[in-house]
């Protein structure tokens, strides 16, 4: 059985005007702000994949090590028939569950969603291919807006993983949750990787790496601008920076413009004063006790919470 054919739920016009958007939204805001979504281009997911494999990057490591050790478990706990994945990526990681369902499970069809229609058309091909028998059916949409199409029937487990999450601000969480919750079946499973709360020296430079790596993937999203929209942002003129906020316990990445600059973009004209910073991410580190009860507040049950060795990052079990 091959993939199917992507179901698109998310047309290049529908993401346009979302990006035109923002675009409108954030570059008029002060301080200035874009969403962490638009990084994600071809190249933008390359690097991305560049990060998780950088020395200073634990999270993709340390959920890896989750994964690998409690796949089985996953699999016995929560008898699945249908695996979701939202923003699936390259699904690098979920391999880890498929081979635990097609080991002594019997799931039926993993379906992955992602805005990516690249990403997406190259995971589902290989996914479809590596295990056959397994129905591939992929998703191209945003997974805070098209919750209300996934797969109905059969014991669903939905896994975010990656620490995902943790991109949106906790009002958006709130609500992804609530909607999430809405979506699912009492007895369906989530399944969820958040990055802990830990020293910020192990923190920061995840996020701003010696080669330079998340530099220029922060940056990345000044390009899709230029390229989308015909802007004429000069990428260069812009530093890199991450910043830890312990209050919020999150971390920030924004754009630092390195001397006054005016840019066009759509009909607005956008102006930086030296050291003006554009928000660009942020990525929440939790606590135990703060996942379990932000998922309890959108009606799931926590049922496990487990960590890598070193304590660096969860992945928690719930029940709807
Ligand atoms: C894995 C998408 C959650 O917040 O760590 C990596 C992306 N940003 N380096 C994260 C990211 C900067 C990221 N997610």
Redesign the pocket.
Known sequence: MGAEPLEIYLEEQDLGRSLREDVRAGLTARPKWLP?KW?YDSRGGEL?EE??RLPE?Y??RAERAVLAEHADEIVERTGAKTLIEL?S?SSEKTRLLLDAFTHHGDLGTFVPLDVSVDALRQSTGQIAAEYPGLRVRGIVGDFTRQLDRLPTGGRRLVAFL??????LLPVERAEFLTALRAALETGDWVLIGT?LVKDPKVIVP??DDAAGV?AD??RNVLRVINRELGADFDPEAFAHV?IWDPEQEW?E?RLRAERPIRAHVLDLDVEFAAGEELRT???AKFRPEGIAAELADAGFESQALWTDPDGLFGVTLARA
């Open positions: 962490p990084f991305f990060i998780t990057y999270p993709t923003g990526g990656g620490g995902t999450i943790g991109n990055d995840a996020y998340t993937f922060n991450a971390i990445m991410e942020i990525s």
